[in-house]
């Protein structure tokens, strides 16, 4: 199975409008890392989509292997 490219070992502080939906790159490769662009093209990965509650601040996952996505757990900082 094909591995998610690790986009950055930081999470991404996206401003977000509640109730509005939003896609989250599940693969990696998308410019900055957080947002799907459609960079997935030709893969297995297909970005997840999400919808905020409140409109606000929010940390996406960059590294890809959050147990809550698209919301960054603090995974990335076990990571080399």
């Not at 919808?51 to 292997?65: D, I, N, Q, Y």
Request: glycine content about 12%; overall charge positive.
């Amino acid at each position: 199975m094909e591995e998610p490219q690790i986009a950055a070992t930081s999470p991404a502080a996206v401003e977000v409008e509640g109730g509005k939906n939003y896609a989250w790159c599940a693969c990696g490769r998308s410019a900055g890392g957080a947002l799907c662009d459609g960079s997935h093209a030709g893969s297995a990965f297909r970005p997840q989509i999400f919808k905020p509650e409140a409109s606000g601040t929010v940390h996406l996952c960059r590294c890809k292997r959050t147990k809550t996505p698209p919301y960054c757990d603090g995974t990335h900082s076990g990571l080399a």
